[in-house]
C-alpha cells in the first residue's frame, strides 16, 4: 500500500489509524448490513453515532453540555461568514472583526455587504505576517460580537492568546488548529470549524456555542440560516452529511484516545519546532513568512531565494513522497500543513529534504 506523506492544507491527512478503521466496518457499519452512508440519519445506529461525537467533542475541549451545543452544519466556514451577522449583527450593533488573512478578510467581507460590520484592527498592510496584539484591538462598546481566526492557514499565522473582549461575545473561525490545544474555551461564545482541515472530511462544518446565544433566531430569515434550527433538531432538520459526521467523531475519539489536547500540543509543538529550526538555521536559504511570535504550529509557511528553486523543491518533495507542499496560489512559496494527523515521522522526512536541498542549491 503506498502512503505518502500529505502535508495538503486541507483536505488533509487524518490519522490512518481512523482510516483503516472506517475501512474495516464501511460495507457492514454496527452489523446493520449496510454502509454508514447507507443508513437513515434517522436510525437509532446514527444517532449512536451523532451524539457520541457531540459528547467527545465537548469533552475534548472541556465544556459542559448544560452550556454549550455542537451544531454540524452544511455550506462549510465560508456560510458561516454570512450566518454569523445574519444571526447576531445589526446596523446599531456591528460586528468586530480582526482582519489577519484571507479568511477573516472573507468573513468581514459578507459582514460588510449586509452593512453590518466594521474593522477591529488589521494587519493587511504588512502582508498578514503576524496577529494583531491585544493593544491594538479596537472593539466599539456597542459590538454585537469580536471574531477572529485563530489560525491563517494561508499566511501560517496563528494567536497565541485569547482575546480580551470587556464581555462581548468572542466569536473564533478555528477551521485549520480546532482541537489541536486545549485553550480555555468557554471564553468563547461561539467556535466554527471546518472540519477538512485537521478533523475530518469536506462536507461539514462544526459549530460549538452558547445555547443561550442560538435558543432563537430572528423569524425574518430563511430557515437554513437559522441557528435556532439547527438547535432544535439536533443539526437533523434536513439530511445531514452523515459520513463526515461520523468521521470527525473518530476523529475525536482518536484524540481522547491518544491522551487529548494537551497530548496533541505536545506532538504538534515538537513537530512545527523542527520545521522552524530547519527555517532559522538555513542561513536564509528558507525566510519564514510570519513573525515568530505569531507563527503557526499548523501551517509552516516560507520561501526560497527564488521562484525557479521553489518549482524544483516541489518537485523534487513529490519524488520523496513529500507532497501538498505548496503554497496558496495568492502568496506562492511553500506550506506545510502539519496538522494532528502529520506524524513525526513525516515532518523528520520534510526537515531532512529541506536541509539536503538547501546544501545543494545554495
Avoid at 492544507?9 to 478503521?21: K, M, N, R, S
Avoid at 453590518?116 to 479596537?138: C, H, I, M, W, Y
Avoid at 442560538?214 to 430569515?221: A, C, I, R
Avoid at 437554513?224 to 467523531?249: E, H, Q, W
Wanted: hydrophobic share 40%.
Amino acid at each position: 500500500m503506498k502512503r505518502v506523506y500529505n502535508f495538503n492544507p486541507g483536505p488533509a491527512t487524518l490519522p490512518l489509524e481512523v482510516l483503516q478503521e472506517a475501512q474495516a466496518e464501511f460495507l457492514n457499519f454496527a452489523d446493520t448490513g449496510m454502509s454508514i452512508i447507507e443508513i437513515s440519519h434517522r436510525s437509532v445506529a446514527y444517532e449512536k453515532v451523532h451524539n457520541q461525537a457531540k459528547a467527545d467533542i465537548l469533552e475534548l475541549m472541556k465544556l459542559s453540555a448544560e452550556d454549550y451545543e455542537v451544531l454540524f452544519i452544511q455550506g462549510g466556514a465560508s456560510l458561516q461568514f454570512s450566518m454569523i451577522p445574519l444571526n447576531f449583527a445589526t446596523k446599531k450593533n456591528p460586528g468586530s472583526y480582526v482582519l489577519s488573512g484571507t479568511f477573516s478578510l472573507n468573513a468581514y467581507k459578507e459582514a460588510e455587504i449586509l452593512g453590518v460590520g466594521e474593522v477591529a484592527a488589521s494587519t493587511k498592510e504588512e502582508n498578514f505576517r503576524r496577529v494583531p496584539r491585544q493593544d491594538e484591538l479596537k472593539i466599539s462598546d456597542n459590538a454585537a460580537y469580536l471574531h477572529v481566526c485563530y489560525n491563517n492557514t494561508i499566511y501560517g499565522t496563528e494567536f497565541h492568546y485569547i482575546p480580551e473582549t470587556k464581555n462581548i461575545p468572542l466569536f473564533a473561525d478555528m477551521s485549520s488548529d480546532m482541537l489541536s490545544r486545549p485553550i480555555d474555551f468557554k471564553k468563547f461564545s461561539l467556535i466554527y470549524a471546518g472540519v477538512q482541515k485537521n478533523l475530518g472530511p469536506a462536507g461539514v462544518v462544526l459549530v460549538v456555542v452558547k445555547k443561550n446565544l442560538v435558543e432563537k433566531s430572528l423569524e425574518t430569515l430563511p430557515t437554513m440560516l437559522r441557528y435556532d434550527t439547527f438547535y432544535k433538531k439536533n443539526s437533523l432538520y434536513n439530511t445531514p452529511p452523515a459520513f463526515s459526521i461520523y468521521m470527525v467523531g473518530k476523529v475525536a475519539a482518536w484524540i481522547k484516545n491518544s491522551g487529548g489536547l494537551e497530548e496533541m500540543a505536545k506532538r504538534n509543538s515538537a513537530k512545527a519546532k523542527i520545521l522552524y529550526d530547519v527555517i532559522d538555521e538555513s542561513k536564509n536559504f528558507y525566510r519564514g513568512h510570519a513573525v515568530k511570535d505569531s507563527r503557526s504550529f499548523m501551517n509552516v509557511t516560507f520561501r526560497l531565494p527564488s521562484e525557479e528553486l521553489e518549482k524544483k523543491f516541489v518537485a523534487e518533495a513529490a519524488e520523496k513522497n513529500l507532497v501538498g507542499v505548496k503554497g496558496h496560489r495568492s502568496v506562492g512559496g511553500m506550506r506545510a500543513s502539519i496538522y494532528n494527523a502529520m506524524t513525526l515521522e513525516g515532518v523528520e522526512t520534510l526537515a531532512d529534504f529541506m536541509k539536503k536541498f538547501a546544501k545543494s542549491n545554495s
